[in-house]
């Protein structure tokens, strides 16, 4: 079953996490997904059966800057790895396209790192009709937390 983020997933949702190259304790994602939860234009769903949750999804309502309208942007997806090749995936991202249209968005966006082993999710997204189209740059500002940037 296909349903919407709860708090009370949060334990199920710290290995996938780890599966997916990103580690955190409970106790740093209650925090980040609690204020995520909070804004307006997030939407985070989870694959779940008989009360185990094995899927992640979380994306965001953004405006363009280059045309008129919005998008949603993937921010995080995951499927367990014994999950895989399910179709859970397929349905988690329809569940999510069918959110971003009714909320108004042009498009769906999905990042995903460009490491061998993301190959079969860019296979996925490439047969559920997503394109290729760019390549992303990221510099980071911040080295440890006490960094405040000023110097």
Do not use: C
């Amino acid at each position: 079953m296909i349903r919407q983020f709860s708090l009370l997933d949060i334990q199920n949702i710290v290995p996938l996490m780890e599966q997916l190259g990103y580690p955190a304790n409970k106790s740093q994602l209650e925090k980040r997904l609690s204020a995520i939860g909070e804004l307006s234009n997030a939407y985070m769903l989870v694959a779940e059966m008989d009360g185990e949750v094995f899927g992640f999804l979380g994306m965001f309502l953004q405006h363009y800057f280059e045309y008129d309208g919005q998008y949603a942007q993937i921010g995080i997806f995951i499927v367990d790895k014994d999950h895989r090749r399910q179709g859970i995936g397929k349905q988690m991202l329809e569940r999510a396209e069918k959110w971003a249209k009714a909320n108004g968005a042009r498009a769906v966006m999905i990042n995903s790192g460009n490491r061998n082993e993301r190959l079969a999710a860019h296979q996925m997204y490439e047969n559920l009709g997503y394109e290729a189209k760019s390549i992303g740059f990221i510099k980071n500002i911040i080295i440890n937390d006490s960094d405040d940037g000023e110097t």
